[in-house]
C-alpha cells in the first residue's frame, strides 16, 4: 500500500498535520476546533450551499469554505477571526429572517444546531421587522413530517435519498426565497432506510411522527447499545425518559452501519417497554405458578433439569456471555442447544457498502453458530420423549403444546412468559432484556461489540448472565463470575476464536473475532 502523502498547516494557532485531501472542517476536528456547519455531514457528498463554514485562509483572496476546501501545505486557518465570524452571523441572520420562534415546542430544542450556533455567533437582536412567511406542515409518508417554516435548505435529506438511498424522492423544488425541499408525487419516505433524514436535519424541519412532542432532549437518559433487529448489529443510542424507553438512534460505527439506521431497528424500541414482564422468579406448586426466592427458584430448576438429556433452546438475541454459560451448562448436563431464526427480506443500503437490513432478524446468531448451537426450524424435531428442556430468551411464537408434549420438565428464562408455558413451566427465572444489562454480541462479519445498560430491570429480575451463572453453578458447572467481563474473560480464554480479545479493549466500537462462519444467504452487500 501506497505511503499517504501527509500535509501539516496551523489552525486557530494549533499545528496539525493531516493526510493530503482532507477538507479544513475536518482537518480542524483534529485539532479539538468545531468549525460551525449545516449542510455538511461525513456521510453525505459534499454540497457547500449553507456558507455557514467560511473561515479566513492567509493569502486567500476570499473567506474559503471550510468543507470543500482542501488542506494545503503550510495554511494558517483562523475560524474565529473577526472576518470569518462577521461572515458567519449574516449567513445566521439570513437563514433566522422566515424561522419561527418554534424553539419551546420544537422536537429539537436542546439538539439543534442552528439554536446553538445562533446563541454562540449570532446577532443579540433581529433586524427583520415583516411579517414571516408561512406554510402548512407537511406529511412526507413514512415515519417522517416536513415543517417548511423551519426548513434552512441544508440538502441534507436530498442528498441522502439521492446518493445513499438511492432512492431519489426528495428534492429543492423553486429557486431563491421561495425554495423549499419537495417530494416527488405518488411517492413517500417509505423506503426502509428513509428515517435516517430526521437524524440528518440539523434543525426541526423533518420530525419523526412516532417521537412527536414525547420528550425534551435534556430530559433524556442515553446509553450505547446495540440493535437486534437483525444480524448487521447496527451501533446505536438508546435514550430513556423516566426508565421508559422512547427512542432508539444511531451510533457512528464506519466498520458496521456508518452514520445509519433502518426502520425495522428504530420501531423495535418498543419491545423493550413491555408491560407483562415477569418480574419474579416463579415456582410451580401444584397447578399454579408461585412467587419464591431466588435461591430456591434457581435450586427448583437445577433439579428439574438433573437425570435427563437436556435441550436448551436459546434465543440468537442473547449475548455472547449467556451464549457461553448455556454452552457450559450443556456439558455439565449433556445435551444439545438450538437456536430458531425469523427470517425476512433483505434490504441493502445501496450508498453505503455492506449495510443493509439482514434476512436473519436476530442479532447474534454468529456466536450462537461458533459456540456450538445449531439452528433448528422445529422445537418438536430437536426434542425426544423425557428430555428437560431450558427455554432461554425465545419468545415461543409459533410453537404449539404438540412441540412441547416430548419434555419431562420445562425451564423458562425470559422476559415474558409465553402463553404456552403457563401450564407446563416447572420453573420461571425473570431475566433483564438488552437494554437492562451490559455484554457483548458478534454481528455477522464476526465483530464483537459491548453494549451498556440503559434503563432499570423491573422488579427483581437479574441479568441473563448473572442468571445462567449462578444455574450452571447449581447443575455441578463451574461457575465463579461476578461480572460480564469476567464471563467474556473465560470465553476467550476457552474460544480460539474469541482468543486474544479483551472486554475493556473493544472498546464502544468493536473488534473483530478470528474466525465467523457467514450464514447462508448472506453475501456481502456493496454498494
Not at 444489562?437 to 464476526?446: D, S
Not at 473493544?506 to 456493496?526: C, I, N
Request: charged letters at 20%.
Amino acid at each position: 500500500m501506497a505511503d499517504v502523502k501527509l500535509v501539516s498547516l496551523t489552525i486557530e494557532g494549533r499545528a496539525v498535520t493531516v493526510p493530503d485531501g482532507m477538507s479544513i472542517l475536518e482537518a480542524a476536528k483534529t485539532a479539538g476546533v468545531l468549525i460551525p456547519h449545516y449542510c455538511y455531514h461525513p456521510g453525505l457528498p459534499v454540497a457547500g450551499v449553507c456558507r455557514m463554514c467560511l473561515v479566513e485562509v492567509e493569502k486567500f483572496p476570499k473567506l474559503a469554505p471550510a468543507c470543500a476546501t482542501s488542506v494545503g501545505e503550510g495554511q494558517v486557518v483562523h475560524v474565529h477571526s473577526p472576518k470569518a465570524l462577521e461572515a458567519r452571523k449574516g449567513v445566521l441572520e439570513f437563514l433566522l429572517i422566515n424561522h419561527p420562534l418554534d424553539c419551546p415546542i420544537c422536537d429539537q430544542a436542546g439538539e439543534c444546531e442552528l439554536q446553538d450556533y445562533t446563541f454562540a455567533e449570532g446577532r443579540a437582536d433581529s433586524r427583520y421587522r415583516e411579517p414571516k412567511r408561512f406554510n402548512p406542515v407537511e406529511d412526507f409518508g413514512g415515519d417522517v413530517l416536513y415543517v417548511p417554516n423551519r426548513c434552512i435548505l441544508c440538502t441534507r435529506c436530498v442528498r441522502f435519498m439521492s446518493d445513499v438511498a438511492q432512492d431519489p424522492v426528495l428534492n429543492v423544488s423553486e429557486r431563491g426565497d421561495r425554495a423549499f425541499i419537495g417530494k416527488a408525487d405518488g411517492y413517500d419516505l417509505t423506503n426502509p432506510w428513509a428515517g435516517n433524514v430526521v437524524d440528518l436535519c440539523p434543525v426541526g424541519a423533518l420530525l419523526s411522527k412516532d417521537f412527536l412532542n414525547r420528550a425534551r432532549a435534556w430530559e433524556l437518559d442515553r446509553a450505547p447499545t446495540i440493535c437486534i433487529g437483525c444480524s448487521q448489529g447496527c451501533n446505536a443510542v438508546a435514550e430513556t425518559r423516566d426508565n421508559v424507553v422512547v427512542r432508539l438512534k444511531p451510533r457512528a460505527n464506519d466498520q458496521v452501519n456508518q452514520y445509519y439506521m433502518c426502520e425495522v431497528g428504530r420501531q423495535g424500541y418498543r419491545e423493550f417497554n413491555r408491560r407483562d414482564r415477569v418480574d419474579q422468579p416463579l415456582v410451580r406448586q401444584g397447578n399454579t405458578l408461585a412467587i419464591a426466592e431466588w435461591d430456591d427458584a434457581v435450586a427448583s430448576a437445577a433439579r428439574s433439569l438433573a437425570g435427563r438429556r437436556l435441550v436448551v433452546l436459546a434465543s440468537a438475541n442473547l449475548s455472547n456471555e449467556a451464549l457461553f454459560l448455556l454452552e457450559r451448562t450443556i456439558v455439565a448436563v449433556g445435551g444439545d442447544g438450538v437456536f430458531r431464526l425469523e427470517r425476512g427480506v433483505e434490504a441493502p443500503l445501496p450508498g453505503a457498502p455492506d449495510l443493509a437490513l439482514r434476512g436473519e432478524r436476530a442479532a447474534n446468531a454468529a456466536a450462537a453458530r461458533l459456540l456450538g448451537f445449531t439452528e433448528t426450524a422445529s422445537l418438536g424435531s430437536a426434542l425426544r420423549e423425557g428430555d428437560a428442556l431450558l427455554i432461554v430468551g425465545d419468545p415461543l411464537d409459533g410453537v404449539g403444546a404438540a412441540d412441547l408434549d416430548r419434555a419431562s420438565s420445562i425451564v423458562f428464562v425470559g422476559t415474558a412468559l409465553p402463553a404456552a408455558l403457563d401450564a407446563r413451566a416447572a420453573v420461571v427465572l425473570p431475566i433483564t432484556n438488552i437494554l437492562e444489562e451490559e455484554g457483548t454480541l458478534t454481528n455477522l462479519r464476526g465483530r464483537v461489540q459491548r453494549f451498556l445498560q440503559a434503563k432499570a430491570a423491573p422488579g427483581v429480575a437479574r441479568p441473563t448472565w448473572y442468571v445462567l451463572a449462578d444455574l450452571l453453578a447449581a447443575v455441578g458447572g463451574e461457575s465463579r463470575f461476578y461480572m460480564p467481563s469476567e464471563v467474556f474473560a473465560a470465553l476467550a480464554s476457552t474460544h480460539a476464536s474469541f482468543a486474544g480479545l479483551d472486554y475493556e479493549a473493544l472498546g464502544l466500537r468493536g473488534l473483530p473475532v478470528v474466525e465467523v462462519g457467514a450464514p447462508a444467504g448472506s453475501a456481502e452487500v456493496t454498494a
